[in-house]
T-cell receptor, first 113, second 111 residues
Framework: RKEVEQDPGPFNVPEGATVAFNCTYSNSASQSFFWYRQDCRKEPKLLMSVYSSGNEDGRFTAQLNRASQYISLLIRDSKLSDSATYLCVVKGSGAGNNRKLIWGLGTSLAVNP | DAGVTQSPTHLIKTRGQQVTLRCSPKSGHDTVSWYQQALGQGPQFIFQYYEEEERQRGNFPDRFSGHQFPNYSSELNVNALLLGDSALYLC??????????FGPGTRLTVT
Protein backbone atom coordinates (compact mmCIF):
# COMPACT_ATOMS: atom_id res chain seq x y z
CA ARG A 1 0.00 0.00 0.00
CA LYS A 2 1.35 3.44 -0.89
CA GLU A 3 2.06 5.82 1.99
CA VAL A 4 -0.23 8.47 0.53
CA GLU A 5 -2.86 7.67 -2.09
CA GLN A 6 -5.06 9.90 -4.17
CA ASP A 7 -7.48 9.27 -7.01
CA PRO A 8 -5.60 10.75 -9.98
CA GLY A 9 -8.81 11.76 -11.75
CA PRO A 10 -9.26 13.70 -13.89
CA PHE A 11 -12.35 15.20 -12.35
CA ASN A 12 -14.28 17.16 -14.97
CA VAL A 13 -16.93 19.41 -13.46
CA PRO A 14 -18.99 22.36 -14.68
CA GLU A 15 -18.56 25.82 -13.24
CA GLY A 16 -20.46 26.23 -10.01
CA ALA A 17 -20.28 22.55 -9.09
CA THR A 18 -19.11 21.21 -5.75
CA VAL A 19 -16.29 18.70 -5.92
CA ALA A 20 -14.54 16.66 -3.24
CA PHE A 21 -11.21 14.86 -3.19
CA ASN A 22 -10.04 12.27 -0.70
CA CYS A 23 -6.56 11.24 0.23
CA THR A 24 -5.68 8.20 2.34
CA TYR A 25 -2.49 7.71 4.33
CA SER A 26 -0.96 4.56 5.76
CA ASN A 27 0.98 5.81 8.79
CA SER A 28 -1.43 6.22 11.68
CA ALA A 29 1.20 8.26 13.56
CA SER A 30 1.21 11.00 10.92
CA GLN A 31 0.99 14.42 12.48
CA SER A 32 0.47 17.12 9.89
CA PHE A 33 -1.52 17.30 6.71
CA PHE A 34 -1.61 19.75 3.85
CA TRP A 35 -3.23 20.37 0.50
CA TYR A 36 -1.11 21.94 -2.21
CA ARG A 37 -2.24 23.14 -5.60
CA GLN A 38 -0.07 22.80 -8.69
CA ASP A 39 -0.82 24.44 -12.02
CA CYS A 40 0.52 22.90 -15.20
CA ARG A 41 4.32 23.25 -15.39
CA LYS A 42 4.40 25.40 -12.27
CA GLU A 43 5.59 24.77 -8.73
CA PRO A 44 3.23 23.50 -6.00
CA LYS A 45 1.71 26.17 -3.81
CA LEU A 46 0.29 25.67 -0.35
CA LEU A 47 -3.50 25.77 -0.47
CA MET A 48 -4.26 25.00 3.14
CA SER A 49 -3.14 23.06 6.17
CA VAL A 50 -5.59 20.50 7.53
CA TYR A 51 -6.42 20.74 11.20
CA SER A 52 -7.98 18.06 13.37
CA SER A 53 -11.15 20.09 13.82
CA GLY A 54 -11.47 20.77 10.10
CA ASN A 55 -10.95 24.17 8.58
CA GLU A 56 -12.49 26.37 5.95
CA ASP A 57 -11.04 29.08 3.73
CA GLY A 58 -13.66 30.68 1.53
CA ARG A 59 -14.91 28.08 -0.92
CA PHE A 60 -12.43 25.47 0.31
CA THR A 61 -13.00 23.13 3.25
CA ALA A 62 -10.46 20.58 4.50
CA GLN A 63 -11.22 17.78 6.92
CA LEU A 64 -9.23 15.10 8.68
CA ASN A 65 -10.55 11.68 9.67
CA ARG A 66 -7.92 10.04 11.84
CA ALA A 67 -9.96 6.90 12.49
CA SER A 68 -10.20 6.11 8.77
CA GLN A 69 -6.85 7.74 7.96
CA TYR A 70 -7.94 10.10 5.26
CA ILE A 71 -8.14 13.79 4.58
CA SER A 72 -10.54 15.50 2.25
CA LEU A 73 -10.78 18.73 0.30
CA LEU A 74 -14.14 20.18 -0.70
CA ILE A 75 -14.41 22.94 -3.27
CA ARG A 76 -17.74 24.73 -3.52
CA ASP A 77 -18.94 26.89 -6.42
CA SER A 78 -16.06 25.79 -8.67
CA LYS A 79 -14.39 28.43 -10.83
CA LEU A 80 -12.51 27.96 -14.08
CA SER A 81 -9.40 29.12 -12.22
CA ASP A 82 -9.68 26.14 -9.85
CA SER A 83 -8.49 23.86 -12.66
CA ALA A 84 -5.22 22.40 -11.42
CA THR A 85 -3.71 19.36 -9.76
CA TYR A 86 -4.36 19.07 -6.03
CA LEU A 87 -1.62 17.35 -4.05
CA CYS A 88 -2.13 15.76 -0.65
CA VAL A 89 0.86 15.94 1.69
CA VAL A 90 1.36 14.06 4.94
CA LYS A 91 4.07 14.62 7.52
CA GLY A 92 5.17 11.83 9.80
CA SER A 93 5.93 11.92 13.50
CA GLY A 94 9.05 11.00 15.39
CA ALA A 95 12.60 11.98 14.54
CA GLY A 96 14.76 12.15 11.46
CA ASN A 97 13.36 10.69 8.28
CA ASN A 98 10.06 9.96 9.96
CA ARG A 99 9.29 13.65 9.81
CA LYS A 100 9.70 14.11 6.08
CA LEU A 101 6.78 15.09 3.91
CA ILE A 102 5.17 12.35 1.87
CA TRP A 103 3.41 13.53 -1.28
CA GLY A 104 0.53 11.98 -3.12
CA LEU A 105 0.58 11.85 -6.91
CA GLY A 106 -2.15 14.47 -7.12
CA THR A 107 -5.74 14.69 -8.31
CA SER A 108 -6.38 16.53 -11.54
CA LEU A 109 -9.38 18.88 -11.67
CA ALA A 110 -10.76 20.49 -14.81
CA VAL A 111 -13.58 23.00 -14.37
CA ASN A 112 -15.47 23.52 -17.60
CA PRO A 113 -17.53 26.55 -18.69
CA ASP B 1 10.27 40.10 -0.13
CA ALA B 2 11.69 37.74 -2.73
CA GLY B 3 10.33 34.24 -2.68
CA VAL B 4 12.30 31.10 -3.34
CA THR B 5 14.50 31.44 -6.41
CA GLN B 6 16.15 28.71 -8.44
CA SER B 7 18.67 28.69 -11.24
CA PRO B 8 18.89 27.83 -14.00
CA THR B 9 15.29 27.55 -15.17
CA HIS B 10 16.09 25.06 -17.89
CA LEU B 11 19.06 22.83 -18.53
CA ILE B 12 20.00 20.24 -21.12
CA LYS B 13 22.74 17.73 -20.36
CA THR B 14 23.96 14.47 -21.86
CA ARG B 15 24.19 11.11 -20.14
CA GLY B 16 27.19 10.75 -17.87
CA GLN B 17 27.58 14.47 -17.26
CA GLN B 18 27.27 16.22 -13.92
CA VAL B 19 24.90 19.04 -13.04
CA THR B 20 24.60 21.60 -10.24
CA LEU B 21 21.30 23.29 -9.45
CA ARG B 22 21.00 26.28 -7.15
CA CYS B 23 18.36 27.54 -4.74
CA SER B 24 17.98 30.66 -2.62
CA PRO B 25 15.39 30.33 0.12
CA LYS B 26 12.71 32.80 1.07
CA SER B 27 13.90 35.47 3.47
CA GLY B 28 13.77 34.22 7.05
CA HIS B 29 13.77 30.54 6.08
CA ASP B 30 16.57 28.30 7.29
CA THR B 31 15.58 24.91 5.89
CA VAL B 32 15.83 23.84 2.27
CA SER B 33 14.35 20.69 0.76
CA TRP B 34 14.89 19.34 -2.74
CA TYR B 35 12.36 17.34 -4.75
CA GLN B 36 12.33 15.60 -8.10
CA GLN B 37 9.08 15.68 -10.04
CA ALA B 38 8.69 13.58 -13.16
CA LEU B 39 5.93 14.40 -15.63
CA GLY B 40 2.55 13.34 -14.26
CA GLN B 41 3.94 12.42 -10.85
CA GLY B 42 3.94 14.05 -7.46
CA PRO B 43 7.17 15.49 -6.05
CA GLN B 44 9.61 12.89 -4.72
CA PHE B 45 11.67 13.99 -1.71
CA ILE B 46 15.43 13.94 -2.32
CA PHE B 47 16.85 15.48 0.85
CA GLN B 48 16.59 18.34 3.28
CA TYR B 49 19.28 20.68 4.63
CA TYR B 50 19.28 22.54 7.91
CA GLU B 51 22.22 24.31 9.54
CA GLU B 52 24.42 23.29 6.60
CA GLU B 53 23.84 19.59 7.21
CA GLU B 54 21.72 16.97 5.49
CA ARG B 55 18.98 16.28 7.98
CA GLN B 56 16.75 13.89 6.06
CA ARG B 57 17.11 11.90 2.88
CA GLY B 58 14.70 10.15 0.55
CA ASN B 59 15.34 7.06 -1.56
CA PHE B 60 17.82 8.53 -3.99
CA PRO B 61 21.26 7.12 -4.85
CA ASP B 62 24.51 8.71 -3.77
CA ARG B 63 24.79 10.30 -7.20
CA PHE B 64 22.51 12.93 -5.72
CA SER B 65 24.31 15.14 -3.24
CA GLY B 66 23.83 18.59 -1.86
CA HIS B 67 25.16 21.42 0.14
CA GLN B 68 23.82 24.29 2.19
CA PHE B 69 25.78 27.49 2.67
CA PRO B 70 25.90 29.79 5.71
CA ASN B 71 23.42 32.14 4.02
CA TYR B 72 20.99 29.17 3.79
CA SER B 73 21.18 28.90 0.02
CA SER B 74 21.65 25.40 -1.31
CA GLU B 75 22.95 23.38 -4.22
CA LEU B 76 21.87 20.05 -5.61
CA ASN B 77 24.49 18.05 -7.48
CA VAL B 78 23.77 15.05 -9.65
CA ASN B 79 26.65 12.98 -11.02
CA ALA B 80 26.71 10.47 -13.87
CA LEU B 81 23.39 11.64 -15.26
CA LEU B 82 20.94 9.06 -16.55
CA LEU B 83 18.06 9.57 -18.96
CA GLY B 84 15.72 8.87 -16.06
CA ASP B 85 17.02 11.92 -14.21
CA SER B 86 15.09 14.14 -16.61
CA ALA B 87 12.54 15.92 -14.44
CA LEU B 88 11.54 19.15 -12.79
CA TYR B 89 13.73 19.74 -9.74
CA LEU B 90 11.99 21.75 -7.07
CA CYS B 91 13.50 23.52 -4.13
CA UNK B 92 11.32 24.33 -1.14
CA UNK B 93 12.24 26.47 1.83
CA UNK B 94 10.69 26.66 5.25
CA UNK B 95 11.32 27.95 8.69
CA UNK B 96 12.22 24.71 10.47
CA UNK B 97 9.02 22.68 10.80
CA UNK B 98 6.58 25.09 9.15
CA UNK B 99 4.95 24.88 5.72
CA UNK B 100 7.18 24.74 2.69
CA UNK B 101 7.27 27.29 -0.09
CA PHE B 102 8.48 26.24 -3.50
CA GLY B 103 10.63 27.87 -6.10
CA PRO B 104 9.70 27.75 -9.79
CA GLY B 105 11.91 24.73 -10.38
CA THR B 106 14.67 23.78 -12.78
CA ARG B 107 13.64 21.64 -15.70
CA LEU B 108 16.46 19.23 -16.48
CA THR B 109 16.53 17.27 -19.71
CA VAL B 110 19.10 14.50 -20.11
CA THR B 111 19.71 13.33 -23.67
Amino acid sequence: RKEVEQDPGPFNVPEGATVAFNCTYSNSASQSFFWYRQDCRKEPKLLMSVYSSGNEDGRFTAQLNRASQYISLLIRDSKLSDSATYLCVVKGSGAGNNRKLIWGLGTSLAVNP
Amino acid sequence: DAGVTQSPTHLIKTRGQQVTLRCSPKSGHDTVSWYQQALGQGPQFIFQYYEEEERQRGNFPDRFSGHQFPNYSSELNVNALLLGDSALYLCASSRTEYEQYFGPGTRLTVT
